[in-house]
């Protein structure tokens, strides 16, 4: 479950919007799914982010940020990724694609975890290893020799 939020507008999520989260939080939680949050507009909260995405890990006001999200939430900061939106930018940035991979590679190895981790789970407690997971994913293809 990847969460998204522009760091530029954290202090208007209402109560109930954030107890949605936490709703949502939990059920991922009981049913094993890796959570994250992509922090958008990064760029807006910070100037000099703005200016040299090369800073943006450096940033006071994206650490801020990142634990703002992480209270309101509960989830660790290094589940919560700050990216930059492509806004009105004519062509490829490097940096911009830079930060969003980063993201998304962090993202894809907290989800091979958290199936491992089910797997793992399932197996423990079934004669047929990954069988379930294989019944929700489909018969056509071995998932459990996928992962």
């Known amino acids: 479950m990847v969460f998204v939020l522009d760091a530029s507008s ?47 890990f450096k940033s006071a006001h994206v650490a801020e940020s990142v634990k703002k999200v992480s209270d309101l939430i509960g989830l660790p900061r290094n589940s919560i990724h700050p990216v930059k ?28 975890d958290g199936v491992e981790n089910l797997l793992m789970k399932r197996e423990s407690t079934s004669n047929k290893p990954g069988r379930e997971l294989v019944e929700v994913c489909g018969s056509g293809e071995d998932w459990t020799a996928a992962i």
């Not at 930018?89 to 989800?111: F, G, M, P, R, T």
């Open 85 to 112: 939106n492509y806004k009105c930018e004519v062509a490829s940035d490097e940096k911009i694609n830079c930060l969003a991979l980063l993201a998304l590679q962090q993202i894809l190895y907290a989800a091979e």
């Open 10 to 56: 954290l202090d208007g999520l209402t109560a109930e919007i954030l107890q949605k989260f936490r709703v949502l939080k939990m059920f991922c939680i009981r049913k094993g799914v890796s959570q994250a949050v992509l922090l958008t507009h990064v760029e807006l909260i910070d100037p000099d982010v703005g200016k040299d995405l090369e800073t943006v």
